[in-house]
């Protein structure tokens, strides 16, 4: 149990300001043209079956991590939530179902994903306010949210911009949760996890017929994992930007799967 809590802190320790900023920059000059040209495209394919696509791809293991993720989320009366990279809205309408008084905005670039997830919303009874802009300049005054969500879509996103914003519009003692694949500590999980990966991935672009977007992407989903961040890493980077206390609940796949929840100060 030492052993582990020292490697712990020595993989946070290791995330000072200037090799965040360094490993930013390696992942802007390596995925920046994806990020700008290919993954909108990707999305205006998939929202019809982002849900079953992602549960296929991950042996219907995709249910579980949501179900965990929104279990972490602590909410009271009256929050006003903000749902980062909201996607079809699945998150929101859960949140909604778990603490029906709060008010739920989405955020998303996407305009095809945002409009499935307002019908999907409109048929589970609730309003979602939409917002169609890109995630790294958030269109609100400092302090607005009391909750601020970001699910499966960190590792698309230049965290070195996408994280202060977030900081800055959360309430003081408001909480950030997040979650999404990481990069497993442990080297050989990490090779047979981007390994599988790079079969089932294609394999599920095929089932469901995606577009050559997407097809062209397949390569992409493996290495942006390979150039992320591990759990510790990452709670490490929300440390860096101003969170605290920041937690992490490792899902039961060593870290393939990570649930932060990182606090702004009073």
Known sequence: MQQQTIAKKNAISSITPDVFKQREQNRLSLFSQTWMQKIPKVFEDIPSYYRAGNIIASLGLWELWVWQFVKTIKLHPKDKVLDVCAGTNCIGIKLLKKQPDISVTAIDRSKEMQEYGKNEAKKSGFNIESIIQDVHQLPFP?????????????????????????????????????????KPSNNILKWLYLNYLHISLPFTACIFSSSKSCCDCKDYFTEVINHFYTTEELSGVMEIIGFSPVTCKKSIWCGMVGFHRAQKLL
């Not at 949210?145 to 996103?157: G, K, M, N, P, Y």
């Not at 965290?159 to 914003?165: F, G, N, Q, R, S």
């Open 142 to 182: 400092d302090n607005t949210f009391d909750v601020i969500t970001l699910q499966a879509a960190s590792r698309h996103l230049r965290l070195d911009v996408a994280l202060p914003e977030i900081y800055r519009v959360l309430k003081p003692g408001g909480c950030f949760y997040h979650c999404d694949m990481l």
